[in-house]
């Protein structure tokens, strides 16, 4: 069973940076494409970076955001700068059956954390 856990969200003014953490158990993460989604109230879940055999970004955080890993940790962070409060949204990693699977849709990834919530302040 695959299990992932997000940390490193909170409150950050505009202009400031945070670094969210995707920890993964089940699987090893070295071999895996795992993703970064997000989701504002009132809005639907919409796809921000993927990191496998190669990076893609969506154009709203190119520039800005970061999608890197650890494998000795298990780990996949995203490190937000330039942070704008359009940012706002509770930000989630996933990764899927097959394991370099790449896709923008949620319905792409099999496996879920719990979300971390991101709120930029004006």
């Known amino acids: 069973q695959v299990q992932l856990v997000e940390s490193g969200g909170g409150l950050v003014q505009a202009g400031g940076s945070l670094r969210l953490s995707c920890a993964a158990s089940?699987?090893?993460?070295?071999?895996?494409?795992v993703v970064w989604f997000r989701q504002a109230p009132g809005k639907e879940r919409e796809f921000v970076a993927w990191?496998?055999?190669?990076?893609y970004y969506a154009d709203f955080v190119k520039g800005r955001f970061t999608i890197s890993r650890d494998n000795t940790k298990n780990t996949v962070y995203l490190q937000m700068d330039r942070l704008k409060p359009e940012d706002t949204a509770v930000y989630y990693c996933?990764?899927?059956?097959?394991?370099?699977?790449?896709?923008?849709?949620?319905?792409?990834?099999?496996?879920w954390g719990q979300g971390t919530q991101v709120t930029v302040s004006s």
């Open positions: 990191t496998g055999r190669a990076t």
């Open positions: 996933a990764t899927a059956i097959v394991t370099q699977r790449f896709g923008v849709n949620p319905g792409d990834y099999d496996y």
């Open positions: 089940g699987r090893t993460f070295s071999s895996s494409g």
